[in-house]
């Protein structure tokens, strides 16, 4: 998750529309998510439980490569995978986000500056060997352990580390 602060106004916080019956169409989660908390968000950590029940290890919040100042949500070390869950409304989602009507440039170029922000850092962390997972908030936390799962086994077998379970 991008560690830009929410907007604190009224106008700004009322334009983003949840998708119907998500997570976030809760007053409090949309409140939380809205808020100032970055990490631990109700998607993030649902698909968190998941993949760990699935008995894969991994560090939260942790730093893929040293040298890169960027945080990914999930981070399989020895198979080198870093995951994203993307925040719908700061990452600029297609299905949900919806442009701010007040100070529409601003929004865009934060928008857009985190939009390019998360390519560049996909190509760093690819330039270095890595397989980078992105996923938006929106999307069902199962369908996104699924891929998780499916991953960290696939480049266990090709990187010949299935023994190892530590992340
Ligand atoms: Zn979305």
Redesign the pocket.
């Known amino acids: 998750m991008s560690k830009k602060k929410s907007p604190q106004t009224d106008e700004n916080s009322g334009s983003w529309a949840a998708?119907e019956g998500s997570w976030a169409s809760s007053a409090a989660n949309r409140k939380s998510m809205l808020g100032n908390r970055n990490r631990d968000t109700s998607p993030e950590l649902a698909l968190r439980r998941l993949v760990h029940a699935a008995g894969l290890r991994y560090r939260v919040a942790a730093k893929p490569l040293a040298k890169m100042r960027r945080t990914a949500d999930m981070v399989f070390r020895p198979t080198r995978i870093a995951v994203f869950i993307d925040g719908?409304y700061w990452h600029g989602?297609?299905?949900?986000?919806v442009q701010p009507k007040t100070n529409p440039e601003y929004w865009e170029n934060k928008i857009g500056g985190n939009i390019r922000r998360d390519r560049e850092t996909d190509q760093r962390l690819t330039d270095e060997g890595w397989l980078v997972l992105r996923f938006?908030?929106?999307?069902p936390a199962e369908e996104c352990a699924a891929i998780v799962e499916d991953a960290v086994r696939t480049r266990r077998q090709a990187l010949g580390t299935g023994r190892r379970r530590r992340a």
């Open positions: 998708p719908c989602c297609p299905d949900h986000f938006w908030e929106h999307q």
